[in-house]
């Protein structure tokens, strides 16, 4: 059966406001890891002037009752396909309504749902209809109060949103908690959590003098692992207040710690539920990353508790208003913290690290969604399933799109509309609209064209020629702008791109700048609004050709077209004072590099390359931070967009080539490197350390690629001997990513090491999965994969072992992955079928590896698009994997 004929397409012109207020609700749950009984009292008015029942949905529940103002609902009620429908007989009514769930038997981690012993809750999107009927709609914002029974000895900590106002023991060994959120809140921002935990606890005054507790619960023995993320949590308080002047609302935070849980975190007023991986961490389980990754997620959910819970979504289609705003919060404040961390000397350079990060991030993740099927808005028309639309282009797109705002408004104006965005709209469900009106209005400022950013789907294009004219010492920058064709949207509509611009004097040194008009030269780096499909920017007093540097600080999420010679790009990779456009430079340089070797086998690495490497590595100016990143090549996932059709197996080889090749040429400057940039003392969280381990771990991956023995002999070393995880995992890493006969009992040894470490383990089963074969004589990865399915440790229920097994390997190693015999597609569908049987988010987060397939070679081709047709013919297939292998064959 063609699955996905089936699954109905919501959109977004079909809003339509809600015909009843819901004023307050009342929970009651009686818990039980297989029965629980849920209560709920809603207050219900309706709205002056509307008409009609009132709609609640539901979905795997059990009805025990349904009462109106007391009485049993009869006529009143009737079954829909979303779940109920009441119509009370006069304007206000309470409606009382009993469910039965079992929370053990809930896979799909949304709804209530058992891990590890404990009670715990994931409701966003629409997992609050699993827990009892209501009208599980953002726009419809009630006032909260909780209260948990439960057995004391298996449920010894039971939370909810908002303030404790009252807790006791009861008979038979039971007890009780009651929480009040005092801030009217939409459904997705409900929690509870009835677990054995234990607290971190700190108190810290406010801005206005007010005393919060602040809590992060941790399983029983895990204390000493919750001490990053609460100073990350403090850290992010804090800059709430000083940036925006935002106060934390309620007497008590709580961060809480599941095993189980599908995506990284959740922002539940007052109750934040964390994916346990952003939040435990020891020096000695956890990298430099993890830290780093921690004190983001951390922050992002803080932040979501003004903008997102205070002010929050009128409906789904509006995500990336508290999504989109609160990446690029959480991207500025990790960028100020490193700032700070580094010191006044290597700030700059710090924050540029933190931009070359996430704009990678966005390139891989988004431009590549942007060019395929499921391509859409950051502010999408429609969808078939909202979990499918928790994407790059939503999330990383449209931080992008809000530092657009900030950038063209200034930090000044930003600040100012978004105080005016509080001010207008604190307590509401509103629109993107609103958002970019209070930018606009409190800038006096017209965003109507900005607005396209909003509904144009697709990566743009700018075009940048230039011509200078000795004669009149002038020279003219030409731009231009187009963005492909995405489905659905064959034409699209010029948009506002800032462009920040430098001009590189022949000596490597920027030029100031003075545009046409101007009556003196300026700043050396100047944004340009480029708002025409075509324009020209004439710059004077220009004595010599200069090259331009575009898009500094990557100033907009488009791609930049240029043409420029191998020997202009090496000048901008030793010259360019943007560092975002060094490493840019450095990109472009291997990307060209890698596909010319992809096209033809038996050519060799050029020579010229090589030295813009090695000019890299020899630049002892750079902050290691930075030459860690600029001397890793582009990602394999981003080649596979940029390359023709797609074939991995000669970009691997050609990828390996190039690396050997630098671990060969450079195996003094990397051993030097090693040696040089050792990190003394004992492990802290401090870019200028990580910086250094991050070059050091580097080093060793291209010595290991080139089998150098020193090299080999130093990641042994330093895998067996390192007292931190980054230094530990890096060393193993290397021997993993080589020919060399030791990585398999380094292997054996890691995993005894941490054989009751999950979130260790998550790293050991991604590492393998993502292996490229060094050495011929190794059996494809795919059997590897297969094994360590079977590896106790193992679960298919855990999202995270998905994700560190089966996405490392679907996502993560392309080449093994499309194995010419199609075997690795096979083995995804039989995955994915699985996979959706018990958890519909997370097969169809594993479903979109194959999306792209259409760039592939004609033969691989055909053999994904067999095993596509097989997922979307299964029995019983969910809606969240149907939209993706539905569009995916379009
Ligand atoms: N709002 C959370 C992420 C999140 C989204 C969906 C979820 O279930 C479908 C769970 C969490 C955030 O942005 O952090
Ligand atoms: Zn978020």
Same mark, same amino acid.
């Given at each position: 059966m063609d699955n996905t004929l089936q699954t109905p397409t919501i959109l977004r012109s079909d809003y339509r406001p809600l015909a009843w207020r819901v004023e307050s609700v009342e929970l009651d749950f009686r818990l039980d890891a297989e029965q629980t009984l849920v209560t709920s009292r809603l207050a219900c008015v309706r709205v002056p002037g509307a008409s009609g029942p009132l709609p609640l949905d539901g979905e795997d529940l059990e009805l025990v009752s349904l009462r109106i103002d007391g009485a049993e609902a009869g006529e009143c009620m009737r079954r829909t396909e979303r779940g109920l429908e009441v119509t009370p007989g006069s304007d206000t009514a309470t409606i009382e309504i009993v469910t039965r769930v079992n929370p053990a038997a809930n896979t799909t981690l949304s709804g209530l749902y058992a891990s590890k012993g404990g009670l715990f809750t994931q409701c966003e999107a629409e997992g609050f209809r699993r827990i009892t009927y209501f009208p599980d709609r953002p726009d419809v914002m009630a006032r909260y109060t909780v209260r948990l029974e439960a057995e004391q000895a298996s449920f010894p900590v039971l939370l909810s949103n908002g303030n404790l106002v009252d807790s006791g023991e009861l008979p038979g060994d039971r007890h009780y908690a009651v929480w009040e959120d005092p801030f009217p809140k939409p459904s997705y921002l409900f929690a509870l959590v009835a677990a054995d935990l234990e607290a971190m606890e700190r108190s810290v005054e406010t801005l206005s003098g007010r005393e919060v507790l602040l809590q992060v619960w941790v399983e029983p023995g895990n204390l000493d692992r919750a001490g990053h993320a609460m100073d990350s949590l403090v850290n992010a308080l804090r800059w709430d207040e000083e940036t925006f002047g935002l106060e934390l609302d309620l007497d008590r935070f709580m961060i809480v710690v599941v095993a189980d849980f599908n995506? !990284?975190?959740?922002?539940?007023?007052?109750?934040?539920?964390?994916?346990? $991986?952003?939040? /435990?961490? $020891?020096?000695?389980? @956890?990298?430099? +990353?993890?830290?780093? !990754?921690?004190e983001s997620v951390v922050a992002h959910e803080y932040f979501h508790n003004w903008t997102g819970n205070r002010v929050t979504c009128r409906d789904w289609f509006q995500l990336t208003l508290k999504e989109g705003l609160t990446v690029f919060r959480d991207q500025q404040f990790s960028a100020d913290m490193l700032a700070r961390a580094a010191g006044a000397e290597r700030e700059a350079s710090a924050r540029a690290v933190k931009r070359i990060d996430d704009f990678r991030g966005l390139r891989a993740a988004q431009f590549t969604e942007d060019s395929g099927p499921m391509a859409h808005p950051i502010r999408p028309d429609s969808y078939q399933e909202i979990n499918n639309f928790y994407t790059a282009t939503v999330y990383e797109k449209g931080a992008a799109v809000i530092r657009m705002q900030h950038t063209l408004l200034g930090a000044e104006g930003f600040r100012k509309g978004m105080n005016l965005y509080f001010e207008r709209h604190d307590g509401q469900a509103v629109t993107c609209d609103d958002f970019v009106a209070a930018m606009a209005d409190a800038n006096d400022r017209d965003m109507t064209q900005f607005m396209r950013w909003y509904s144009q789907a697709g990566t743009p294009v700018v075009r940048a020629s230039g011509q200078w004219d000795a004669d009149a010492r002038r020279y003219t920058l030409t731009l231009a702008q187009h963005t492909p064709p995405t489905? !659905?949207?064959?034409?699209? /509509?010029? /948009? #506002?791109?800032?462009?920040? #611009?430098?001009?590189?004097?022949p000596d490597g040194n920027d030029l100031p700048l003075r545009l046409e008009g101007d009556s003196a030269a300026g700043a050396t780096t100047r944004v340009l609004e480029l708002v025409e499909a075509e324009q020209h920017f004439v710059f004077e007093d220009v004595d010599a050709e200069p090259v331009p540097s575009l898009l500094r600080g990557f100033s907009a999420p488009v791609l930049l077209e240029i043409d420029e010679s191998d020997a202009r790009l090496a000048f901008r990779m030793a010259h360019d004072a943007d560092p975002c456009n060094r490493w840019d430079a450095a990109q472009r340089y291997a990307e060209r590099v890698i596909l010319a070797l992809a096209a033809k086998a038996d050519a060799d690495v050029p020579e010229a390359f090589l030295d813009a490497w090695g000019a890299l590595l020899a630049d002892e100016s750079l902050d290691p931070a930075f030459v860690a990143l600029a001397a890793t090549l582009p990602g394999e996932g981003w080649l596979l967009e940029r390359m023709r059709p797609a074939d991995p197996a000669p970009l691997r080889a050609a990828l390996m080539r190039v690396m050997r090749a630098i671990g060969e040429r450079f195996a003094d400057q990397w051993l030097g490197l090693y040696q040089r940039l050792e990190v003394r003392g004992p492990y802290r969280y401090h870019p200028a350390d990580a910086g250094c381990r991050a070059l050091r771990n580097l080093a060793l991956r291209y010595l290991a690629a080139a089998g150098n023995e020193d090299g080999l002999n130093r990641a042994?070393?330093?895998?067996?001997? +390192?007292?931190?995880?980054?230094?530990?995992? !890096?060393?193993?890493? @290397?021997?993993?990513?080589?020919?060399?006969? #030791? +990585?398999?009992?380094a292997l054996d040894n890691f995993h005894t090491r941490f054989s009751s470490d999950a979130l260790v383990l998550d790293k050991w089963f991604a590492l393998q999965a993502g292996a490229w074969r060094w050495d011929e004589a190794a059996p494809p990865v795919l059997e590897r994969v297969k094994a360590l399915m079977d590896d106790p440790a193992f679960k298919l229920t855990n999202p995270n072992k998905v994700y560190s097994l089966l996405g490392a390997f679907f996502r993560g190693n392309p080449a093994e992955f499309h194995a010419a015999d199609g075997s690795g597609h096979a083995f995804w569908a039989e995955q994915i079928i699985a996979l959706d049987a018990m958890n519909p988010q997370v097969a169809s987060r594993m479903a979109r590896s194959l999306e792209n397939w259409r760039r592939y070679t004609p033969a691989l081709q055909t053999s994904i698009r067999t095993q596509l047709e097989r997922v979307r013919d299964a029995d019983g297939l969910s809606p969240d994997v149907a939209e993706v292998v539905g569009k995916a064959l379009v």
């Open positions: 995506m !990284g975190a959740m922002e539940n007023k007052g109750l934040n539920i964390f994916n346990a $991986r952003f939040v /435990l961490a $020891r020096p000695d389980t @956890a990298t430099d +990353a993890d830290f780093e !990754g921690i489905p !659905g949207q064959p034409e699209k /509509l010029p /948009l #506002v791109i800032p462009v920040a #611009v430098g001009l590189i004097g042994e070393t330093q895998f067996e001997y +390192a007292e931190n995880m980054t230094e530990q995992f !890096g060393g193993l890493a @290397a021997l993993v990513h080589s020919a060399s006969p #030791v +990585a398999e009992d």
